[in-house]
């Protein structure tokens, strides 16, 4: 592989996690890419939210940037017109203006990393064009989907992408690992708040919580709704940082995965939960769909609950020696084929392969 690259990337966040799940996935992947000797420049929109919940101001695996428009951008033309490849993400701020502008650039590889293609794919859909516009899916010479399987050739046939790569979210294994602890929940679940998610929790943890009174339960993130009642045996934490989520992971027996509904109607759209609790050594409950059966096999490396008696039988009756077994094959998938360094040489391959990175690479 030639290198090293020089990748300007453009995202929501990296400097907070606080009520998004893009932070995280980019600190996987930037880690994974500078220790593949890439280097990387990240520019960030300085908006309030994040800036008040900044939990990684200073990076030591990339170079991090904040801007405060468009017109702040023009000082990193130089940067993004001599990098190997610049790369987009999903919902960053004023995206479409965003994308003109990177594009009028002319980089040397422009790549789009979607990290929310079933939401993407749906608001685009509506009509709804505020991080990203369906006349310019084909400007991209890569175009880097969260989800993977059919959506890539949807992407392709359908909204013109010139090549759809899947590109899954990751762990830092560094990060992610089971710390010893002792157990002292039963289920848990980790999540900012979405209403579309909300019925799969209260199906498949708050009602369970409510008819095994005897057990312990835990959810842990921001924005859910005052007026929600918790079953009393239910722990509830506001927001957990990343550095936290190995200790909350590896106190659970079970955790749940519960999928927005975009992403279950396209399938093959695993969250970056699936991926911590796994490496993490912790058994996991999920929802059904479509794609989840090729990353961890049901009943091998995860347990499917579609109604709260599943979910009420798993906890109850599901012998210590199955839910062990479950959990440490489901590590070994992750360990294996999602750390944020194999993410990374996915990344570059496909750049490398990309029609107009090919000739100018290859005398780099």
Known sequence: ????????????SLSSSWGNGHATTWRALLRGLREEGHRILFLERDVPWYAQHRDLPDPDFCTLEFYSGIDDLRRYLPAIRNADAVIVGSFVPEGVKIIDFVASAAPEVLCFYDIDTPVTLARLDRGEEDYLAKRQIPLFDVYFSFSGGKVLDLLENRYRARRAEALHCSVNPAQHFNTGEALEWD???????????????????IEPARRLPHLRFVVAGAQFPEDIVWPSNVERFEHLPPSQHASFYTRQRFTLNITRRDMVELGWSPSVRLFEAA??????????????????????????????????????????TERQAMADAARRRVLTAHTGRARAREMIR???????????????
């Open 1 to 12: 592989m030639a290198g090293p690259f020089t990748l300007v990337v453009l995202g929501l």
């Open 350 to 364: 496909a750049i490398e392969r990309s029609n107009a990175a090919l000739p100018s690479m290859a005398v780099r």
């Open 279 to 320: 490496a993490c050594g912790t058994a996991i409950i999920s929802d059904r769909w479509r794609g989840l059966d090729e990353l961890m096999p049901e009943h091998e490396a995860i347990i499917i609950g579609d109604t709260t008696e599943d979910v009420v039988g798993h906890l109850t009756s599901l012998p210590e």
């Open 187 to 205: 289920l848990g679940y980790l999540g900012t708040y979405s209403p579309d998610r909300q019925p799969g929790l209260e199906r498949l943890l």
